[in-house]
């Protein structure tokens, strides 16, 4: 049995840029090319609103996974 996940491509970039703003704002949490007031605030910002997107997220993907079993 072959499992195939479709998502659109809107649905796709939603998903995409979830996971990448996450790595994005951790990334410059542990980073030191910024000044550290500037990296905490643009790296908790990125990080938050990749935690706050991961549930919307991957609704659209366990959705997507369930009509394309149909």
């Known amino acids: 049995m072959s499992k195939t996940l479709t998502l659109t491509a809107p649905r796709f970039g939603f998903v995409v840029g979830t996971r990448a ?3 994005l ?3 410059l949490l ?3 090319r910024l ?3 500037r ?3 643009i790296g908790r910002t990125l990080v938050a609103v990749g935690l706050a997107t991961t549930v919307p997220a991957a609704i659209l993907v366990s959705r997507s996974r ?3 079993r149909r």
Do not use: H, V
């Open 21 to 23: 703003a996450l790595a």
């Open 39 to 41: 990296r905490r605030t």
């Open 66 to 68: 369930r009509e394309s």
């Open 25 to 27: 704002g951790a990334g």
């Open 30 to 32: 542990i980073s030191r």
């Open 35 to 37: 000044s550290e007031s």
